[in-house]
């Protein structure tokens, strides 16, 4: 059964007209107050129970207009969006006892009451029954560990502490569903592995269907097995991450320690920079169209060499290689990319 279906799904915001100068604003008169910006440019795919995936895009890419679609926030311009069989911002309160959603950038708590205050609340919301509402709380303060601060004022609680306590909200009502729109921003290494694994065992014990938006790669390798990314509201590549990791396996990298800093224009016949820091040099290539002696030979013509390694592509790095040239996933064949 499909879970979630997103056909050919548009949204346009109405954006204000900012007129500068004179003539400009008598230009302004005679045109419309307000211009149409697609946020989201007719973009499909279906999830299926229990799946984990990553959706990810640039800054400005839609990721977030999509998941307040799915949430009935927002409405779209046109196209289908299907939560469960129904249309999310036809029936909100049906389509909320499904969801649970997690803003990173804000909270959903009260801020100045006791953490556990916020939690009683919404089993009002979602007419929790008591013996059950319970028994949720203690199994997931046990998951997410949170009884030593269940009763701080949310505004006490660190980032970490605050984000799990957001994720025990969201999931206090069982919802089959979770939306996570950035859920370890500004968290520490430790605190975002804690979520990650806290995340991971949710899904296991639950097959809570995970749809996770966020910047950090790690996350994306902790926890998906797929992967959705969008650029300027178009889909631009849907399936798994091992497959993007396997196209991208040709690629190498050399690390590359100078011992001056090199001319401004360095390049290098078969390899590109994709890196610096002070002398430490970060050079991509093929391994078929150059070899890493040849490279490092050509390399220790223009510059002094002190030190260097070969690195596996890290995904970060390919992630970037497809934000920059989305055209760079092109091989993949389409009914691969967009898995039903
Ligand atoms: N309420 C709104 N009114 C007008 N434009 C909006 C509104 N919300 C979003 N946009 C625009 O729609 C586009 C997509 O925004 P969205 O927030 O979905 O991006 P995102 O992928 O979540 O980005 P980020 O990674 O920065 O969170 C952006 O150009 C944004 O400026
Ligand atoms: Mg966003």
Redesign the pocket.
């Known amino acids: 059964m499909t879970q979630i279906q997103v056909s050919n799904v548009r949204?346009e915001?109405?954006?204000a007209r900012k007129p500068s100068g004179f003539w400009n604003g008598v230009r302004g008169m005679f045109l419309p107050e307000h211009e149409t910006?697609?946020?989201?440019d007719g973009i499909s795919f279906n999830i299926q129970p229990g799946e984990m995936i990553g959706f990810i895009?640039?800054?400005?890419?839609?990721?977030?207009?999509?998941?307040?679609m799915l949430t009935g926030i927002?409405v779209p311009t046109s196209g289908e969006v299907s939560v469960l069989g129904r249309v999310p911002h036809k029936h909100r309160e049906l389509n909320a006892a499904n969801l649970g959603v997690v803003f990173g950038?804000r909270t959903q708590l009260w801020w100045d009451l006791p953490l556990i205050d916020s939690i009683e609340l919404l089993k009002h919301v979602y007419k929790i029954p008591q013996e059950q509402f319970q028994k949720n709380l203690a199994h997931l303060s046990e998951l997410l560990d949170i009884k030593s601060f269940l009763h701080t004022p949310v505004r006490q609680l660190s980032l970490g502490q605050r984000m799990r306590g957001d994720l025990l909200a969201a999931l206090i009502h069982e919802p089959p569903i979770l939306f996570l729109?950035?859920p370890t921003i500004g968290l520490d290494i430790i605190a975002k592995e804690n979520i990650r694994e806290q995340l991971v065992n949710i899904n296991r014990e639950r097959n809570v269907t995970v749809l996770l938006?966020t910047?950090d790669m790690a996350d994306i390798e902790k926890i998906c097995n797929r992967m959705i990314i969008?650029d300027k509201?178009k889909l631009i590549y849907d399936g798994e991450l091992e497959r993007i990791r396997q196209q991208y396996s040709q690629y190498r990298k050399l690390r590359v320690d100078f011992k001056y800093h090199p001319q401004e224009q360095l390049h290098i016949n078969g390899a590109e920079i994709v890196k610096k820091d002070g002398l430490r040099y970060w050079f991509q290539f093929h391994k078929d169209e150059i070899s890493a002696s040849q490279l490092i030979a050509r390399i220790s013509e223009a510059e002094e060499i002190v030190d260097l390694t070969i690195e596996e592509p890290e995904i970060e790095t390919i992630i970037k290689g497809i934000y920059q040239s989305p055209a760079s996933i092109d091989a993949i064949p389409e009914q691969e990319r967009v898995s039903v």
């Open positions: 949204k915001f109405k954006i910006k697609p946020a989201v895009g640039p800054n400005g890419a839609g990721k977030s207009t999509t998941i307040k927002l950038q729109d950035e938006t910047h969008i509201g």
